[in-house]
C-alpha cells in the first residue's frame, strides 16, 4: 500500500476539541492500518469524515517532494490543524501523481487549474476548460487527465457532483487507478460508491469508527426501503392534507 497506517501524536495536537470526534481519539489509542486499494469511509454528517480527510491529505501533501502540481486546492479557513497531530505510515519518497478532491473546494482548484494552464491545452488534456463545463463533468475529466499518474487519490463526498451514472463512470475511473498501482481513500453517502469491489469500509460514528459490510450498512438499508416505499418515510415528514 501507498498509505499503509494512520496514527495520532497527541503530543502535537494543539487543541483539545479534536478529541471530540471519536475517530480522531480513537487514532490516538488504536492507529488505522489501511490493507485495501480502496478504502471506502462512510457515516452521517458530524461523524468526522471530511476532518479526517482534510487532516490526511494535509499531512500528505506536505510529504511530497517538491512540487505537485495541482495536488489540493488550497486549505480554508475553516480547515483545522489536525494535520500536525496526524502521523502516516507509507512509501517514501511517496509517488508523487494522485490528488485530493473535495466539493466545496472543487471550482477553487479547477479554476486555478484553467488560469494556469497554457492557451489551448485545456482542450488537448480535458476536453475544454474545466470550468466551462458540469460540476460533474469537470470533476471526471481532471480525475480521468490523471490517471497515469500512481499515487494517493483522497476523495472527499464526490457524489455531490455526480449523478448516477457518472458515480458508474467514476468507479470504472477508480479501478483503472488501482490497475496501475495507485491508492484511493473515499468518504462518501453514496450506496453506489460505496459498492466498489473489494473496498474496505470503514463506519464512523458514535463508536469510533469499525470496519464493516456493504450488506450491514445503515445508509444501504434506508436507501432500499426509501426506494421500495418512499412513502413510509414521507408521511412522517408532512402534514397529511
Wanted: charge should be negative; proline fraction near 6%.
Amino acid at each position: 500500500m501507498i498509505l499503509q497506517q494512520i496514527s495520532l501524536d497527541l503530543e502535537k495536537a494543539s487543541d483539545s476539541w479534536y478529541l471530540d470526534i471519536p475517530v480522531v481519539a480513537q487514532l490516538a489509542e488504536q492507529p488505522l492500518a489501511l490493507d485495501a486499494p480502496v478504502t471506502v469511509i462512510v457515516g452521517e454528517n458530524g461523524s468526522g469524515k471530511s476532518t479526517l480527510l482534510e487532516a490526511i491529505a494535509a499531512s500528505w501533501a506536505a510529504r511530497l517532494r517538491g512540487a505537485v502540481k495541482h495536488w489540493t486546492p488550497r486549505a480554508g479557513d475553516e480547515d483545522s490543524d489536525l494535520h500536525w497531530a496526524v502521523r502516516l505510515q507509507g512509501e517514501f519518497p511517496p509517488p508523487a501523481g494522485g490528488c485530493f478532491l473535495r466539493a466545496e473546494a472543487m471550482h477553487q482548484l479547477f479554476t486555478e487549474v484553467d488560469r494556469n494552464t497554457p492557451q489551448g491545452i485545456p482542450h488537448q488534456v480535458f476536453g475544454g476548460a474545466l470550468n466551462a463545463r458540469s460540476h460533474g463533468e469537470s470533476f471526471l475529466a481532471f480525475l480521468s487527465s490523471r490517471d497515469t499518474e500512481r499515487g494517493l487519490f483522497i476523495l472527499d463526498e464526490p457524489e455531490a457532483a455526480l449523478s448516477f451514472n457518472s458515480c458508474l463512470q467514476l468507479m470504472v475511473l477508480m479501478d483503472t487507478l488501482v490497475a496501475d498501482g495507485s491508492q484511493v481513500l473515499l468518504a462518501t453517502h453514496s450506496p453506489v460508491l460505496a459498492a466498489f469491489p473489494g473496498a474496505t469500509i470503514v463506519e464512523l460514528g458514535e463508536h469510533g469508527r469499525r470496519v464493516s459490510t456493504w450488506e450491514d450498512l445503515p445508509m444501504v438499508g434506508h436507501w432500499r426501503q426509501f426506494l421500495s416505499a418512499p412513502e413510509t418515510y414521507l408521511r412522517h415528514l408532512f402534514a397529511s392534507g
